[in-house]
């Protein structure tokens, strides 16, 4: 059933013709030759949120020291506010449901349809599956949100877009810095950095280096999921002339954890704290653990990952015209006992090359894209002891080519007006060999056209509308490519979006709202759908198909108010509604996934100073984050229930060297479920499917910057 665009679309342009009728600017908004002209390979934030404003869709930054008033340990804790961004933690550990419009919308581990990045480099690997392992978000300044194929920048046109994390440099964050923080469930995390830059030149070279440290561990708020990883990230830059900057990074990554499982919703009410009979034994035999209870066996599932990686790019300036270059590198095993003992060792290559010219009112990009990655595993039955128990029942190398095109190309129609249009070609090829099962071996080739046209109008220095045409292209992960599933077709579509993006101040200066503001409608074809293999245990494994037709639409929304010099109110709310679009056997119905709505707010009085900006600064106040129930099957014959917790925070930034906090979270203890698995058919009951969130908790931390 093709219907058109959501009337909120025209209602959201009407809403704004006034404005941009009334509108005076005599200073052009899209500065695009001073943008161009930044010699550094590594932009800093207040260059970065120059550039989102010449991108004409869903796009963001989060600047991390907002962040770090509380507790910084999840993905959710740094990316819980970015607008667009669907996220909730599975057990207070690393890894998280992430989703921006519903990529990968089935998926409640691991991911893909996102291009993630550190430092506009890949970590994904080469079939575009990311661990969120390896990224450490302690050691980044802001992160960089690029929703849908606003990110064709990155060689994305996904429906996800990219989630950049970008780190520090000497040159513009100099200083050491140490951070401790520690709190429920033994929770524990120390991280440190140094960063700086020589004062003198050698050679006619400038250096300046960054490098951050850090270790975490907690015993998790369920049985069996205990974590813990030491990270090291760090980048080096030699500007050896003004036009030229080469900059390497480099990262290593250990972490190992304990994979709790899904509950009944009897469980989830019961005891949310009890892991799943599924993840684990009732024998400690095996367990090298001084004490070990039986339920934390280390050996029963779990997900260990030792990654390192390495990456350089280069930049030369001559005249109008920009080159760079980078190239990229990163090993990966995996020890990952689910039932089957998996084994993996990954390696993945990658780079791009990108031409940009800039004159008064254009600016030109040319980029091409390439990566590459094997995957050697094995997959072996298990005694549950971390033990092989017989021969290997796969035994496979996975290999990935990618290689994308692009250009695009900025106008400034007018002082206000810049047009934005962009054309990108992608070629994927997955291809599996499997010396054990024969008959899951392929080799198949994946590749599309994808335009893009968008156009932005700024209604004043401060405020803009805009609104962009898309196609988007994901060729399937080799976990969904083989012959042992259905999804043999890359997921497609087209994205329609508009938005705002702005601020306004009255009366006193102190008084300031700011906001983001995108509605999209994405029609999908082969939308890749991920369900349990059996009910009612989701935990035995999982299948992946293509749907034909289905309609992805939403509202994305954040913003921030600064009521006067001591309250700030910052708030995100998601509403997503996504359909199958007449499919044969479920109509119109919705798709499960996860809540339609999902908010979070927060409310923080400053006092101590009367400028929330200035020394000393102490703030407190509550937030809350809502979810409403969401369907669980595609006969939407299930619901997770709807969800309201509570929480406060409180800090001070005492002086310019040493800052503190506190945050509790779910006040109240309630029981909930964060996330949950689906499947085509629960018939009114789930099984075991539910991930519970964290129950009631409080953290504190200490930070010193030097």
Known sequence: MKKPINKLF???????????????NTTPIIEINELANKSSTQLNIKDARALIKTIPGGASI?????VRKGRQSTWQDSLGYTPGVYIQ????????RVSIRGSALSRTFHSFGIKILQDGVPINYADGFFDMQTVDPNASSYVEVLRGPNASIYGATTLGGSINFVTPTGLNNPGTK??????SFAYRKIFSSTAGYSDFKDGGNLYDYYLAGSTTFQNGFRDHAEMENQKIIGNVGIKISNDLETRFYLSAVRSRTQLPGYLTKDELESDPSQASSFTTTGSTVGSTVAGV?????????????????ISNKTTYINGNN??????YAMNLELWHPIGTIVEQHAQTYGGHLKFTNVTDKNKLTLAYLPSYGTTDGTSKPTDNMGNSSGAATSDYTQTSTNHSFLIEDKYNLTSKTLLVAALQYDSARRKVSDIVPGATNFNRLYNQWSPRVGLIYNISNDNQIFGSISRNFEAPIIATAGNTTTARSAQSGVTYEIGSRGQAQWGDIAQKIKWDLTLFRANLKNEFQTMCLTNPNCETGAQTINVPNTIHQGIEFGG???LNNHLEVKTALLYSDFKFDDNEI???????GFAPVLLRAEMLYHSGSEDRNSYPNFYAGPKIEYASRAPMDNTNSLYNDPFTIFGFKAGQNINKTWSWFLDVRNIADKKYAATTNINSNYAGNGGRAYYPGDGRSAYMGIEAKF
Do not use: V
């Open 322 to 327: 920009t080159y760079e270059f980078a190239l």
């Open 62 to 66: 989060t600047d991390l020291e907002d």
């Open 178 to 183: 140490i951070r401790a923080e520690a709190g």
């Open 293 to 309: 209870q039986p339920w934390r066996n280390k050996n029963n599932y779990r997900r260990d990952i030792d990654s390192q990686r």
């Open 89 to 96: 933690d599975r057990f207070g550990s690393e890894e998280a």
């Open 10 to 24: 025209a209602l959201f342009f009407i809403s704004h013709l006034s404005i941009a009728i009334a509108g005076e």
């Open 586 to 592: 479920y109509r119109n119905n919705k798709m499960p």
């Open 560 to 562: 921030q108010a600064f």
